[in-house]
């Protein structure tokens, strides 16, 4: 039988050498047993929580669907996943591919284990998590801190004194420079940008951000929403919950009744008068227009970039852009705003001037079929050697197990057995997904379909906010980056559009394949300068 060995360990607190315990420990049972390993798949320092961001069992579950191996190997169940509902998925997945699943725990895996042993491993998870929290808890209540690292102090590094902080005196007197500034009546904006301009070191070890300061009020983070410098150390403010579909962890705020706060005197930084006095200025400035609304995104969201220091150019007021580090840091001299809708006009006017010239829309269709054949070719030379590879090694393996009949040592036999079985998948799964006669073909219309797609966008953009929105996507796909970059005052901020023509020339259900098509006009980004 042939098995690939599956292992896994949790975290970056665990032993590195339990990944090559738990290999050792699956060849020794295969070799015992007689079967062949063809693969060992494994995911360090990754947690069984989830199946998402785990290249190994996304690796196994690939081969397992193309038929390399006939089980899988592991030590328990909860290597898999300790999660019901994705292990109860990997079992009928395997299942439907033929594919078994072995423990070293368990032996043969059915449906009642992946019953009873996924409810285990779940219920373990919650366990761990309540344990976790009550540990926290206490360590709070002690006078520790269990979070990381808070700006204006230092870990204590002694392990009896784990959690404990000192003072930073070099941070500490930063911090309340911040305090006093701000309560002066000094905008967030220019005391970023004096600490950028002196270099003072900052949380994160880069420049200072607006949001370092002013922070969020419904999240409680922020310089001077932090309550550990009036000497008191605050816990469970936030809880996090993994979302099924992605296994990211969102971050959910508890109410203040749920919050565990713990006096710490010798961790003051700052009084309480100065401490309300930044918490008063806030909320008379604050009210509601520190708070976030999401704004819907315009047409080049997040495609504009400055021209003077190449940040992203954000909605500053009313539909007005502007740059992000002058802004939010400070460092970048660029102060001037241009209207999202001028930006909008002038790039729909380059894009109709540029991609509907007959010049330009015959020179993309001959590169993209000059290209297209180029891979084409490739692949097929690529088949050819791959198979003449293949059909070398089946040779070798035939005359192996021939030596075997024969009476051949079938220990030393066996062992390079495996090796060409390894050697073999390895190549195949060097095989392209589809073959040459597969590559996906220019339409024979695409010139005229190119034409009409950017006169589509342009009129569903000219008729308004509906129809606009249903054509961004497309013009998205036509533009890979705007640069706006200053010009003196009263004159028009020079805009430079850096284009992608391909986009228009294939079918809308066409999809080539994750392939970089540089070659000729029309591939290559075209920057046009408006």
Known sequence: MRVAIYSRYSSD?????????????????????????????EDAAI?????????????????????AFDAVLTESLDR?????????????RLEYAGVKIVTLADGAVGKMHVGLKGMIASMFLDDL???????????????RIPGGKSYGYDLVSSLDERGQRTINEAEAAIVRRIFEEYVQGRKPID???DLNRERAPSPRGGAWNLSTIIGSRKRANGLINNQLYLGKIVYNRQRFVKDPSTGKRQARPNPPDQWVIQDAPELRIVSDGLFAAAAARRDERGGSKLTHHRRPKHLLSGLVRCGGCGASMIVIHHGYLGCSASRNRGTCQNRR???????????????????????????AVEAYRDERARLA???????????????????KIAGVIAMVEAGGDAKTLAAKLNELVV????????????????VVALHPNAAKRYADTVAKIHAALARGDAAGREAVALVRELVNQVVATPTPKREPMQLELVGNLAALLLEPKANPGPISVVAGAGFEPTTFRL
């Open 13 to 41: 607190l665990q032993d590195p050498r339990s990944i090559a315990d738990q290999l050792a420990a699956a060849r020794e049972h295969a070799q015992r047993q007689g079967w062949t390993v063809v693969a060992e798949f």
């Open 47 to 67: 947690s069984g929580s989830s199946t998402h961001n785990r290249p190994g069992l996304a690796a196994l579950m690939q081969s397992a669907g193309a038929g």
């Open 80 to 92: 898999l996943s300790r999660d019901l509902e994705d292990i109860a998925g990997i079992h009928k």
């Open 129 to 143: 998590a309540l344990k976790t929290r009550r540990g926290q808890v206490g360590r709070v209540k002690a006078g």
């Open 191 to 193: 005391i970023v940008s």
């Open 337 to 363: 705003t241009i209207a999202v809708e001028e930006i909008e006009r002038r790039i729909l006017e380059a894009l109709r001037k540029y991609l509907l010239a007959p010049g330009v829309v015959a020179a």
């Open 377 to 395: 070719k490739d692949a097929g030379r690529t088949v050819r050697d791959v198979q003449r590879d293949l059909s070398a090694v089946e040779r």
């Open 423 to 438: 050697e073999k998948d390895t190549l195949e799964r060097r095989l392209p997904a589809k073959s040459a006669a597969h």
